[in-house]
């Protein structure tokens, strides 16, 4: 039976607009489970027997070749002030990523895939991963089984600074790096009205931001990409006192592994010389996030040239410095992460975010045949 178009296209939006106003934090997705395993299993969809506390992973097709689709499903520790009429009803919480409009694609790309399974050259795999956000979910995907037997898997992002219609992928290097930092300065405190008789955690701690932005400017090539930011300084309890120790957190984003071990050991030099300078101490802890995304050249180009025969205008995307789950698969496996154009007025992890839902359908049938076209490629 085909699916009819506009009954297709307002199924999609139902399910994302349901999604995104039961919005759930990273690994407590367990309404939005019960919901997407509902609505697969109410198609026709095998879902396969993984051990996983949020998340489903379902199945279509026969044949030994396997072709994965991937969509994340959980929200964002926001409160949603877009004015949308299905706006999240949980206070604090909410899908200010768009993971609902990618688990609805991809639910799309399930009904579409469904109806031709019998003309399908194997099997194509959704993934609807938890704890995207805090980069949990594809390492206890992998871990589940999900790619076991997969050639390859494809993912997307929608991208609010494109327009609807617009789609861009790259080759290689895609997402950054995450990492954090925490700097914690210890001094001596002294009443402010005598500061000679302590030393300033304060004054250490604003030499030790204004030194870290060198690192960009003066330690790294220009033609490399890097971003270092202090994103949070916490020091002192009233007005009067100097404090003793002051805490630094902050992030750090490349594309390169040499770069981000360059940057790593620059931050503990700095560290250690104005601990030396000041006379104090100053404690360096490195948190290793998300891995660059590096996409399979082939994949990418093949990702790309499906959107062209699609109706897409495409292009080739610039870096990005955020980072992406997704990463962790294509460590294990090749494949492509594709960016689609949602237009929004308000970026990605903003309270007011609202992503064009046109893109919706066309996004569905787009990866239905990316997939069905993968299953017969070399």
């Known amino acids: 039976m085909t699916i009819a178009a506009q009954t297709f296209k307002e199924q999609l939006i139902n399910w994302r607009r349901e999604l995104h106003q039961n919005p759930e934090l990273s690994g407590k997705e367990v309404e939005t489970t019960a919901r997407i395993r509902h609505w697969l299993e109410s198609a026709g969809l095998r879902l396969l027997p993984y051990s996983l506390a949020t998340g489903v992973v379902a199945e279509v097709g026969q044949g030994e070749k396997v072709i994965a689709l991937r969509a994340d499903i959980d929200a964002l520790p926001i409160q949603e002030t877009s004015g949308v009429p299905f706006s999240s009803i949980h206070d604090g919480v909410m899908h ?48 589940a089984g999900a790619l076991e037997n997969v050639s390859a898997i494809f993912g997307m992002h929608n991208e609010p600074g494109l327009p609807v219609g617009t789609f861009a992928t790259r080759g290689g290097a895609f997402y950054a790096n995450v990492d954090r930092f925490v700097l914690r300065v210890r001094g001596k405190g002294a009443h402010a009205a005598r ?84 006379g104090a101490q100053i404690e360096v802890e490195w948190f290793n996030g998300p891995i660059t995304l590096n996409n399979d050249d082939k994949w990418a180009a093949f990702a790309m040239q499906a959107a062209k025969d699609a109706g897409y205008q495409t292009q080739t995307s610039e870096l990005h410095m955020g980072g992406e789950d997704f990463a962790v698969y294509l460590q294990t496996i090749p494949g ?39 299953l017969l490629a070399n």
């Open 336 to 374: 492509a992460f594709v960016s689609i154009g949602s237009n929004s007025a308000y970026g990605l992890h903003h309270s007011a975010f609202n992503p064009d839902e046109a893109l919706i359908e066309g996004a569905a049938r787009y990866f239905a045949t990316l997939a069905e076209q993968a």
């Open 195 to 278: 500061p000679q008789e302590g030393n300033d955690a304060i004054v250490i701690a604003s030499q030790l931001v204004i030194a870290l932005q060198t690192i960009a400017s003066r330690n790294i090539d220009t033609l490399d990409s890097v971003v270092v930011s202090v994103t949070r300084i916490q020091g002192g309890n009233t007005w009067n006192v100097l404090p003793e120790s002051v805490e630094l957190e902050g992030t750090v984003r490349t594309h390169r592994d040499d770069i981000q071990q360059q940057v790593e050991k620059r931050i503990s030099e700095i560290a250690a010389g104005l601990a030396s300078a000041f």
């Open 96 to 143: 200010a990523c768009g993971h609902d409009v990618h688990s609805s694609v991809m639910l799309g790309a399930a009904l579409l895939l469904k109806e031709r399974e019998a003309e399908l050259s194997g099997r194509v795999r959704l993934l609807f991963q938890p704890a995207e956000e805090n980069f949990t979910g594809a390492k206890a995907l992998i871990k």
